[in-house]
Nanobody
């Protein structure tokens, strides 16, 4: 059974950095996409960045382009989200998800599919505040 565990969240000042990790177990060769999503209080969940773990193609939502970097270490079955130049509007609970046979772009933008992804983690809180 596919299982994901996020870590690395915390409190950081504006302009600071954090690196989130999404560690997986139960992966199989059908797994293609891993993505990061976030939800701020009172707002809907939104995509952040997604990656195809086989060919390393990546997709980023506009608010994080140039500030966030998604990467993967397949040997460790872990996907990272390096977050730099953090802003207060980046505050929220960050979740990772995994899905079979999907591109990085589709994984992030196809909102109608999100609830059917193979697995979601429990989330990690990121708070950007002075």
């Amino acid at each position: 059974q596919l299982r994901l565990v996020e870590s690395g969240g915390g409190l950081v000042q504006p302009g600071g950095s954090l690196r989130l990790a999404c560690a997986g177990s139960g992966f199989n060769d059908d797994l293609y996409g891993v993505g990061w999503f976030r939800q701020a209080p009172g707002k809907e969940r939104e995509g952040v960045a997604c990656i195809n773990i086989h060919d390393d193609t990546q997709y980023y939502e506009d608010p994080v382009v140039g500030r966030f970097t998604i990467s993967r270490d397949n040997a460790k079955k872990t996907v990272y989200l390096q977050m730099d130049s953090l802003k207060p509007e980046d505050t929220g609970v960050y979740y990772c998800a995994a899905e079979s046979s999907i591109t990085a772009t589709a994984m992030c933008v196809m909102t109608s599919l999100w609830d059917r992804y193979d697995a979601w983690g429990q989330g990690t809180q990121v708070t950007v505040s002075s």
